[in-house]
């Protein structure tokens, strides 16, 4: 399912959380690991001389040799084969590049921050233009490589296409692990005053979610698995965190757009708010 795994790093704190979990995710599927660090040459000083700039970046290079190997002969001694590189350039455009000349099948990558999870930042254009499953990782995530489960996968759904595609994936991880499955779907309030909607139409939103949740349940109750599904109301992203905190969720699989409309905005613009807020790993497919 998964035989290469792509893992950029940037050496901060946030960075050893993604390596875990990729760490992690190739002992699982016996994938090979590819630790990648790209040279970020739009963010250099304003006006250095070339002598200055070719040594700021030969620095910069070392250090990226340094952390690829360390966290390539971690690799090793797990019994994973794993290769590094080091790039120079715009890092969400190496990333993607990588990704592409590989074949990936996967990339694990931390969010390094939040408030930078957003349209713009590394994460998020990787996010929004990878080809394959993004999982991002927050700060915060702390199990070591040993300890790392996913005993309980939360699937997020509108019956989009996106998200169909993001639960497709999700299974796949809750299949290796015999995971619960839990699937909400959340009629969006702040999109539909619902003391002046009609019941027709509250009674059509909450039939359209219960339609979407069963979808997926069915397809995790052939796999073997159970599924609890619940139709929530409220704003999508603060259901999302508060479900995902109640079940105690190993991980949150979203697509990257959604149907939006009448079925409210579930995914999509929410992705990024619950990238942004949630300690839990999010599995992101486009």
Not at 67 to 95: F, N, Y
Not at 123 to 147: K, Q, T
Not at 158 to 180: H, M
């Amino acid at each position: 399912m998964y035989s290469t795994i792509l893992l950029p790093i940037d050496g901060s704190s946030g960075s050893e959380r993604a390596v875990d979990r990729a760490l992690a995710f190739a002992r699982r599927f016996d994938a090979v690991v590819h630790v990648l660090s790209v040279v970020d040459t739009g963010n250099e000083p304003v006006g250095l001389d070339r002598k200055r700039r070719d040594e700021l970046r030969r620095r910069a290079e070392k250090r990226s040799r340094q952390a690829t190997a360390q966290v390539r002969d971690r690799a090793t001694d797990l019994g994973l084969e794993a290769t590094r590189a080091v790039r120079e350039g715009a890092p969400h455009r190496s990333v993607l590049e990588y990704a592409t000349a590989e074949d990936v099948d996967l990339i694990v990558m931390a969010t390094r921050d939040r408030p930078d999870v957003r349209l713009g930042s590394t994460v998020g254009r990787v996010i929004e233009r990878a080809d394959v499953p993004v999982i991002a990782v927050p700060s915060e995530d702390g199990p070591s490589v040993d300890a790392i489960s996913y005993d309980r996968v939360v699937i997020p759904t509108d019956g989009s296409d996106a998200a169909e595609r993001a639960a497709e994936r999700a299974l796949e991880f809750a299949e290796t692990d015999g995971a619960s499955v839990y699937v909400p779907y959340v009629v969006d309030t702040t999109s539909y005053d619902l003391e002046e909607t009609s019941r027709s139409v509250v009674g059509l939103l909450k039939e359209g979610g219960q339609n979407a949740v069963e979808a997926v349940a069915e397809d995790a109750r052939e796999r073997g698995l159970s599924a609890k599904t619940d139709v929530l109301r409220g704003a999508p992203d603060e259901e999302l965190l508060e479900y995902a905190a109640g079940v105690e969720a190993d991980l949150i699989a979203m697509g990257t757009r959604g149907r939006g409309g009448a079925t409210g905005d579930l995914l999509g613009s929410t992705t990024a708010r619950v990238l942004r807020r949630t300690t839990r790993p999010v599995l992101t497919v486009r």
